[in-house]
């Protein structure tokens, strides 16, 4: 199978965690893509989503999906999304795409939080993935600066064939931080929080996942 067989494979185990009736959080990335498409087929039962960047908006603008603006919404009873890592007991690294601060908002909001993933993204310590931090821009070289304290090799994301800094939804800059074992994924959450400049960190562990749907060659695995 291909990767994107995975994905599409998991995406479509996902919508057994939809519950009817409710608002859904929707993350971002090409597996919760397939997710939308997913979602799409089976709107019809549910009252709308809540989208965690502009491009998952119009993605389930574009399948006739109502999107709420999360101002407008008490709850979400589950939130389902992709990872660019996963351990065994759900801690991630996420912002790949860039959209992990309103990834984290609209996670920190919903009952559940099911990640989707190829097994590819199932690893035994966080942290070969360079891990996002996204920054208000006139903090960039600040943050860079205590980010290189810490021990890893971090890097201002620039836009594609540009030198100029990515800018995210939310008009942030992301520092990808490259070359870190992450032994303890919630200290170093913590940590990072506390630097002043920083919007979020894309490690998702004080709050990871509660259910991990990994595609595997033999199948979609389930991970509690
Ligand atoms: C976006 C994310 C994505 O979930 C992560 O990058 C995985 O993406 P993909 O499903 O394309 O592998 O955190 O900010």
Known sequence: MTQDELKQAVARAAIDYVVDGEI???????????????????????????????????RLAGHGIPVF???EVERIAVY????????????MIKGGGAALTREKIVASVSGQFVCIADGSKL??????????????????????????????Q?????????????VTDNGGNIIDVAG???????AL?????????VVAVGLFAARGANVCLLGTADGVR???
């Open 189 to 197: 959450e913590t940590q990072i929080n506390q630097i002043v400049g």
């Open 123 to 152: 690893v035994d310590t966080l942290g070969k993935f360079a891990l996002p931090v996204e920054v208000l821009p006139m903090a960039r070289n600040a943050v860079l600066r205590q980010l290189a304290a810490l021990g890893g």
């Open 80 to 91: 389902i999304d992709g990872a660019d890592e996963i351990t065994h007991a759900g801690a």
């Open 180 to 186: 870190l074992a992450i032994a303890d994924p919630v």
């Open 69 to 71: 603006d999360l101002n």
């Open 154 to 166: 971090p890097k201002v994301r620039t836009k594609p064939g540009s030198d100029e800094a990515f």
């Open 222 to 224: 389930t991970l509690k």
């Open 24 to 58: 859904i959080g929707v993350g971002t990335g090409s597996t919760a893509n397939f997710f939308i498409d997913e979602l799409g087929l089976i709107k019809h039962r549910i009252q709308g989503a809540v989208a965690s960047s502009e491009a998952t908006a119009a």
